[in-house]
């Protein structure tokens, strides 16, 4: 008879760009109502901050003085030197897609966003993740007291659908430096932001639309959130317990709620010059009064009956204006607002009129990629063998925006397309990791978001030219490197039992301890022949041991004195493996003898 399986503890860990969430269940009570998010945070004195989330900022103790440690979170005054939006700068050499804020790489050089000259911004991630790690642990310790001991932990981490597989690797890597995953049995899984969130709602009886949502419905779930923007359409297969399917490959870009901030730098910059650019970023940056009050505004911005503050920064050289006022304080407008202005010929009334309206030139350029996002990825459900959008359900930070709120409303109406906002919208995704681990909810069909394949030579032909050409020693021929060989073409479903096979032959000798085949990605919709074409990505790499395989089975001959093989051997995909990976494996004289896989949860 076989035993009960051991129960765990569930952490779903939402590490934002701008702020952090943690919620966590025991395994044993599988029920939403039995999750618990995190809400009080430390702060430098002995009180706690209550709210869902933490910023996602660091100041380190030997650049501050006066802080005997590393700080985080809420501990961090306004006037020490922190480091904010990280996450940002792990995905920095991916390909820039149209959605993307275009001046983001501008302002990384400029230093609006940077990390210290010590450390790279995989190491400012692993020294965050670790003071989130270690609340965690003493919140866990409390709660489950010495069952922590004996008792494993899975922890789900959460990361944008538009990550390249290089900032998911760069991700991992710094969460298991900060300690994740480090006891014994511990484990670390990811899931999508955009999953995690429609796991949440779809699952989540105190959220309201579980039973509001159909078997069968288009489902676009747009995820706004400090950084990025993550869209994905889902329709529901299956209840008790739901299960979800991609209906086409998601989209997204980094045009979060930090778009915004970064455009407000920019129209600081265009009105006040140099009274502002000469300010140091302790001045202007995150955690300053002058960062808060924005805050402020973009959260009540578009609501009624609410007007904006002014931004309190004190800047020596910036002149008395409709802009400046005498407190020393920043005037930005709402809608268009006509000014008065006095003309210099007496004969003429005071009648010249500005129209100003600030907060819409901050909010709109954003507010127009997201809009554009989800009309494509409304056209590709449209276009797939599923249903039509018919409910966009809006999370995430900046999805808490009325501004945003109204446009995507006023959007959606002509549509035929119901918009809807959950409750604490802002936490939903480190609930729906938890959810997920605690097998609530499941997304059993994904759609690949990048072609992935490798490198191979093929025969030459005059077209081919002569700079990538060479002859084979094994078999004399003429042969051009350098072809792509797309085996998972971006799009394809990745479900379970889906098997695909390519055959290669590598001219190894007896000297010949591995064989190593690089992985490849391209992020393109159309996938380039050539490996040298600037969308084709590393992936990672396939190392085959041949420690233990008996070379003389192979095909073999002399050349110029020494014993060469022709090492026949196969490139495996097995699509769906494991729930949302694809497994890669090097078989040759029918055993398995080198594997890597990529993770699509």
Same mark, same amino acid.
């Given at each position: ?67 005997? =440690? ?9 006037? @020490? ?48 993740? +670790? ?5 965690? @642990? ?6 489950? @007291? ?63 639309? =579980? ?56 129209? @600081?910059? +265009? ?39 002014? %931004? ?19 005037? %930005? ?81 002509? +549509? ?30 994904? =759609? ?51 098997? =695909? ?101």
């Amino acid at each position: 008879m076989a035993g009960k399986a051991r129960h765990v503890i569930i952490v779903g860990t939402d590490y934002g760009t701008t702020f952090s969430g943690v919620n966590f269940a025991w395994s044993k009570y599988a029920n939403d109502s039995d999750i618990i998010a995190i809400s009080e945070w430390p702060t430098r004195g002995p009180e706690t901050e209550f709210t869902a989330k933490t910023p996602t900022q660091i100041a380190y103790g030997d650049e501050n003085d006066g802080i005997p =440690k590393n700080y985080w979170g809420y501990q961090i005054a306004p006037r @020490m030197v922190r480091y904010a939006w990280i996450k940002l700068l792990l995905d920095n050499n991916a390909l820039q897609s149209p959605y993307d804020d275009p001046d983001l790489q501008r302002d990384i050089k400029e230093g609006i966003i940077k990390f210290p000259q010590n450390r790279s911004a995989q190491e400012v991630t692993a020294d965050y993740l +670790k003071e989130l790690y270690n609340f965690t @642990m003493e919140r866990l310790q409390r709660r489950y @007291m010495n069952m922590l001991d004996v008792t494993p932990i899975k922890f789900w981490f959460t990361m944008p659908a538009i990550w390249s597989d290089e900032a998911q690797v760069r991700t991992l890597a710094a969460a298991k430096e900060a300690g994740y995953g480090s006891r014994k049995d511990d484990e670390i899984c990811i899931i999508t932001e955009p999953e995690a969130a429609a796991i949440a709602i779809a699952s989540s009886d105190s959220l309201g639309y =579980k039973d509001g949502l159909k078997i069968g419905e288009g489902i676009l779930l747009c995820d706004c959130g400090g950084g990025t923007v993550d869209i994905t359409v889902y329709t529901i297969v299956q209840e008790d317990p739901i299960q979800f399917k991609e209906l086409c490959v998601g989209s997204g870009g980094k045009c979060g709620s930090t778009y915004i901030d970064r455009n407000l730098h920019k129209w @600081m910059s +265009k009105r006040f010059g140099d009274a502002f650019d000469s300010l140091p970023l302790k001045k202007v940056g995150q955690g300053t009064n002058f960062i808060k009050d924005f805050e402020w505004n973009k959260r009540i911005f578009g609501r009624e009956g609410i007007h904006l503050k002014p %931004l309190r920064l004190f800047m020596k050289k910036a002149s008395i204006s409709d802009y400046y006022n005498v407190e020393r304080e920043v005037i %930005l407008t709402e809608y268009f607002e006509s000014l008065t202005v006095t003309c210099a010929r007496q004969d003429k009334a005071n009648s010249a009129i500005r129209r100003r309206d600030d907060m819409r030139s901050l909010f709109d350029p954003v507010v127009d990629k997201i809009v554009k996002l989800i009309s494509e990825q409304v056209k590709d459900a449209s276009n797939s063998e599923g249903p039509s959008v018919s409910t966009l359900m809006l999370v995430g930070g900046l999805g808490d925006s009325p501004y945003l709120q109204t446009q995507l409303r006023s959007w959606c109406e002509p +549509k035929s397309i119901t918009m809807r906002v959950p409750e604490n919208s802002w936490g939903v995704v480190a609930k729906g990791a938890v959810m997920r681990g605690l097998h609530l909810a499941t997304v059993i069909q994904k =759609k690949c978001r990048y072609h992935y394949g490798t490198e191979y030579s093929r025969a030459w032909s005059v077209a081919d030219g002569e700079s990538n050409a060479y002859i084979c020693s094994f078999t004399k021929r003429k042969m051009t490197s350098g072809f792509m060989a797309w085996e998972v073409e971006k799009g394809e479903t990745i479900e379970s039992g889906t098997f =695909k096979t390519l055959d290669f032959y590598t001219v190894i000798d007896d000297t010949t301890s591995s064989v190593d085949i690089d992985l490849l990605s391209c992020s393109l919709d159309t996938a380039p022949l050539r490996y040298d074409h600037y969308g084709v990505e590393k992936v990672g790499r396939i190392t085959t041991s041949l420690h233990g395989v008996d070379l003389q089975r192979f095909v073999s001959k002399f050349e110029r004195g020494r014993k060469i093989y022709k090492f026949d051997h196969s490139l495996e995909v097995v699509l769906g493996d494991k729930q949302g990976t694809i497994l890669f494996r090097i078989r040759a004289l029918g055993e398995i003898v080198g594997q890597t896989s990529v993770d699509f949860s």
